[in-house]
Nanobody
């Protein structure tokens, strides 16, 4: 089983909402940042949102005001609440967890925004 397990993707109509979750193995320690990326076929993977151990958050310009990242206190779960979804948000979404020793990646989860 993978170190990160993502859930919550699927098909949604434009203007709708989805909530992605990523559960990290408890064997991962010293987590500094938990992030969500997305990738469209033929394009580079882009950072969507990140949350640091001190609670600081950053967002990509394309999702500011629409998406919200959160985590549990132990930094074993990170969520991405996605509102006002647009067809341009269609992509594979990846969870990333950064520790002092290495980065961990989820397997990716499909989000499709279409009517």
């Amino acid at each position: 089983q993978g170190q990160l397990v993502e859930s919550g993707g699927g098909l949604v109509q434009p203007g709708g909402s989805l909530r992605l979750s990523c559960a990290a193995s408890r064997s991962i320690s010293g987590v500094r940042v938990m992030s969500w990326y997305r990738q469209v076929l033929g394009k580079e993977r882009e950072l969507i949102a990140a949350i640091y151990s001190n609670g600081h958050t950053i967002y990509g310009e394309s999702v500011k005001g629409r998406f919200s990242i959160s985590r549990d206190k132990a930094m074993h779960t990170v969520n991405l609440q996605m509102n006002s979804l647009e067809p341009e948000d269609t992509a594979i979404y990846y969870c990333n967890v950064n520790s002092p020793w290495r980065d961990f990646w989820g397997q990716g989860i499909q989000v499709t925004v279409s009517s």
